[in-house]
């Protein structure tokens, strides 16, 4: 239906909308919009085993909201209702094209870059969450769960497939894996997870975490680090 001759077509909202998250990229002014933020559940086979999981199952996802996103940098408020906030340093991919069922062949073709990320995670709501059948979201998709460091363009990094990822607290190492240790890489994470949903530019994946994952306190620093994209550090705040 085409409006009226002269008639404002600008749209009202009853609330203020939602400003789109971003993460910085690195080297540039620019910005990488936030969509949607998937999560590889239990990617490593010794952080699955650590869980109590078989390695090799399929892969499955959860998700974050876009606006759960903190920067690398900025102090992550200790969230309420937990009294054991883990950290998991993960490897961010970041769509630049999207797509629906697309090959693992292509997959690394939909990737504009990858950056460095802590799932945080309410570890104690989680397993009440596991033992009850019920869904994760409250433990993994609260306010500043999802610190992100800037984004890397592939034209700067290429693919990264393997190499060290680390993460610290209070400069005493607690993870210490290789990218290569993934069982599901990420070609095949991208292939699968297009089967479900159709992916689109802004999208982002965390594509799991290794072992050693464990606790935070107040007042800690956690670093996260990957071999070729830097090392974030984030100081975790006073209990809310």
């Given at each position: 239906m085409v409006p009226p001759k002269g008639k404002d077509t600008r749209m009202s909202f009853v609330v203020p909308p939602l400003e789109t998250p971003s993460l910085a990229v690195a080297g540039s002014e620019d910005r990488f919009p936030v969509r949607r933020i998937f999560c590889v559940g239990r990617n490593y086979a010794a952080h699955a085993r650590e869980m109590g999981n078989d390695d090799r199952e399929p892969p499955f996802f959860f998700t974050k909201p876009a606006d759960a996103v903190i920067a690398g940098g900025e102090t992550a408020p200790y969230p309420?209702?937990?009294?054991?906030l883990h950290y998991e340093a993960e490897l961010v991919v970041a769509i630049g094209t999207g797509g629906r069922d697309i090959p693992e062949a292509q997959a690394l073709?939909?990737?504009?870059g990858y950056a460095?990320?802590?799932?945080?995670?309410?570890?104690?709501?989680?397993?009440?969450?596991?033992?009850?059948?019920?869904?994760w979201d409250l433990a993994k998709g609260f306010d500043s769960s999802a610190v992100l460091g800037p984004v890397h363009p592939v034209a700067e990094v290429g693919h990264p497939a393997r190499g060290s990822i680390r993460s610290s607290v209070n400069g005493e190492v607690r993870q210490d894996g290789d990218l290569s240790e993934m069982i599901w890489s990420v070609p095949e994470v991208i292939a699968f997870l297009s089967q479900s949903v159709a992916l689109r530019p802004g999208d982002l994946v965390m594509t799991g975490t290794p072992?050693?994952?464990?606790?935070l306190e107040p007042g800690d620093d956690c670093t996260v680090e990957i071999e070729g994209l830097g090392r974030m550090v984030t100081p975790i705040g006073p209990r809310s």
């Open positions: 309420p209702q937990t009294e054991d073709e939909h990737v504009w460095l990320g802590n799932d945080l995670t309410r570890r104690d709501l989680q397993a009440v969450a596991k033992k009850m059948g019920r869904p072992a050693g994952v464990g606790k």
